[in-house]
């Protein structure tokens, strides 16, 4: 896969995608947008790529936000299509993907940047990562999820805060509040993502799949977590990996779980 914005790395049963803008400090414009989802698409539909990191080029930023000059002349109506395809084809596809995605947050993220790394299934941030929602300064509020997605993760009250005050957080601060899992020195962030990759890639594809499909349709409107747990729990009986999985517990060996 060639692309103008990003870059795609593919080793064994795992992908790195860096969004590279260094200029622009990876800011997110339509073009990234879409090449982001040309490329995920791409990897969840390939059945060796098991786990799919997501970071930033150069040492200071992941994505430092959306690019403004795109949009600040844009009308009411175009403000709202702008929200709307950006969640149908990067945001809400991220999360929603089947291929678990660990943002590697490598410095600021930023607005759409912030957004990004919490659509993705977890974060790990190095220990210079700030993070924040900046919108409310510039006028107009997060459009990418963040709305929904900071409060889900951190709680109402401290996500409220961070929105009206358009403040920034240290990565120890993100930690704090349950928005990023590790941090770590900048120069071990790769190999910390790569360990955690390795963890899931033990496991089978098939069951994380679903069991992402459970937790998340336990933060959906008209979708009832505990019954989709169920018919995913379910679902699960009728696959491959199931059927390894329990053998190989039984006969006390490791399982060997097919691609999914």
């Given at each position: 896969m060639n692309f103008e914005n990003i870059l795609v790395e593919v080793e064994n049963n795992l992908a790195k995608v860096t969004i590279n803008r260094p200029k622009k400090?990876?800011?997110?414009?339509?073009?990234?947008?879409?090449?982001?989802?040309?490329?995920?698409?791409?990897?969840?539909?390939?059945?060796?790529?098991?786990v799919i990191l997501l970071t930033g080029s150069g040492e200071k930023a992941f994505v430092a936000g959306a690019d403004i000059s795109e949009f600040a002349h844009f009308s009411v109506n175009e403000g709202g299509k702008l929200a709307a395809k950006g969640q149908e084809l990067l945001f809400d596809f991220v999360e929603n993907l089947s291929t678990p995605v660990i943002a590697l947050v490598n410095g600021f993220a930023l607005g759409g940047g912030l957004e990004l790394a919490m659509s993705c299934h977890f974060r790990i941030a190095s220990d210079n990562a700030k993070m924040g929602l900046p919108e409310t300064s510039l006028g107009v509020i997060p459009g990418y999820g963040g709305t929904q997605r900071l409060p889900q993760l951190i709680g109402k009250g401290k996500a409220m805060e961070l929105i009206m005050t358009a403040g920034m957080i240290s990565a120890e601060e993100a930690k704090s509040y349950g928005l990023v899992n590790y941090v770590v020195p900048q120069n071990e962030l790769v190999a910390l993502g790569e360990k955690l990759a390795a963890k899931i890639t033990n496991n089978s594809s098939v069951a994380i799949g679903k069991a992402i499909k459970a937790v998340n349709d336990g933060f959906k409107d008209g979708k009832n977590g505990f019954e989709s747990e169920i018919e995913q729990f379910g679902a699960c009986f009728g696959t491959e990996d199931f059927k390894e999985g329990t053998t190989a517990f039984l006969e006390k060996r490791k399982a060997n779980f097919p691609n999914k």
């Open positions: 400090l990876n800011a997110l414009n339509k073009d990234t947008i879409e090449e982001l989802h040309v490329a995920f698409k791409s990897l969840e539909e390939n059945k060796d790529i098991k």
